[in-house]
């Protein structure tokens, strides 16, 4: 299911209850991997029921089986308060996004950084759980290793973005400087997520690459983990990340 697929189910289910259909994320500024990277999609409607959910149930079975996270759909009203319990998301958006339909309301929309350390703590934290556990089921199988490094970059680079944010820096476009950046603030070694930013650029491993690349990555983590517990964000009037003027 393509992009243009999904909003026009959107569009079809919801009529003029859909206010907005927004791309976000990578995508959104033309920085995905074409095969690697996520389409996140907002849909902001003026109410739901649970027929309509029904409805769309095939549509968004055929837009997950096709490798995107399920759409973020919200009521107009839900969409001006949910920035408390959604910072990463809306910090996202906020910065960079495409609007695939209707019009998106950014009137006085902030995110609060200490909301934004909170999650982004939370995310990296499960992050790092998954990882322990995809380390212990993969073992020494290299192909198992490489898939778990593979497949978490996606997620690793929200955080990251996430992280530089809560610094008061915009993340760059370039996934290596991103990685660069992050690293040098909390001290550890960029050189193995750099490696899997090249994997997942179309660069393989060498004969057994993964897992040192896969141990470095996982003590990395322990240490962005432990970095964000002790962060604490500014708490001037600075300390809110607004929606950027095109």
Excluded at 105 to 117: E, I, K, N, P
Aim: aromatic letters at 6%; charged letters at 20%; glycine letters at 6%.
């Amino acid at each position: 299911m393509s992009l243009d697929d999904l909003v026009q189910q959107l569009r079809q289910v919801h009529g003029d209850a859909l206010r907005a259909a927004v791309l976000y994320g990578s995508a959104a500024s033309g920085e995905q991997v074409v095969g690697h990277s996520d389409f996140n999609v907002l849909a902001i409607v003026s109410s739901i029921d649970v027929a309509q959910m029904r409805s769309l149930g095939q549509t968004m079975r055929a837009w997950q089986e096709a490798g995107n996270p399920p759409v973020l759909v919200l009521t107009e009203q839900e969409w001006l308060r949910s920035a408390d319990i959604f910072p990463m998301e809306y910090a996202d958006i906020l910065e960079r996004h495409r609007l695939l339909h209707g019009t998106l309301s950014l009137s006085g929309l902030t995110v609060d950084l200490h909301h934004l350390r909170l999650q982004t703590e939370q995310e990296a934290m499960g992050t790092l759980l998954r990882l322990r556990r995809g380390v212990m089921v993969a073992g020494t199988d290299a192909a198992r290793q490489t898939d778990l490094l593979r497949s978490s970059y996606s997620a690793l680079l929200v955080i990251f973005r996430a992280v530089l944010r809560l610094h008061g820096v915009k993340p760059e476009r370039d996934a290596t400087r991103v990685i660069q950046a992050v690293a040098a603030q909390c001290g550890f070694d960029a050189a193995p997520f750099t490696s899997v930013s090249a994997l997942v650029r179309g660069t393989p491993f060498a004969n057994g690459e993964a897992e040192t690349v896969l141990t470095g990555y996982v003590r990395g983590m322990d240490v962005l983990v432990e970095y964000l517990d002790q962060f604490t964000p500014p708490t001037a009037a600075s300390a809110v990340i607004s929606p950027v003027q095109s």
